[in-house]
């Protein structure tokens, strides 16, 4: 009996593990949510957009990986249950980036 609250507790540690931000979906963003802007605002927003994309991305594999230790060696997923899971950031910037790029598809940009 013991031994199935222990595997159910393990279960729900890891679980509750942030996500690495290769394993988030982005966000549906419609690109007419950026289609009154000029390709060279397109640019600047993409590379704006990017750099966000990869500051986000860098504060969520740290929470994965303190979770990972966090469930390792405490059985809690410390990151997680103190905030510090980005997965709706990056999943928002993930569908950004994508809206953006595709606009500067469908205007034609270089």
Not at 28 to 56: F, H, R, T, W
Not at 63 to 82: C, E, I, K, N, R
Request: aromatic letters at 4%; one cysteine or more.
């Amino acid at each position: 009996m013991k031994i199935r609250y222990v595997l159910l507790a393990s279960t729900l540690a890891v679980a509750s593990c942030a996500k690495r931000p290769d394993a988030i979906v982005p966000v549906d963003i419609p690109m007419a949510a950026y289609s009154n802007q000029s390709c060279e605002g397109l640019a600047q927003e993409l590379l704006k957009e990017q750099a966000n994309l990869a500051a986000v991305s860098k504060q969520q594999n740290q929470a994965a990986t303190g979770d990972a230790v966090g469930v390792f060696l405490v059985g809690v997923p410390m990151s997680s249950t103190f905030g510090g899971d980005k997965e709706g950031q990056v999943a928002v910037s993930k569908g950004k980036v994508n809206a953006i790029e595709s606009s500067i598809k469908s205007k034609g940009c270089k």
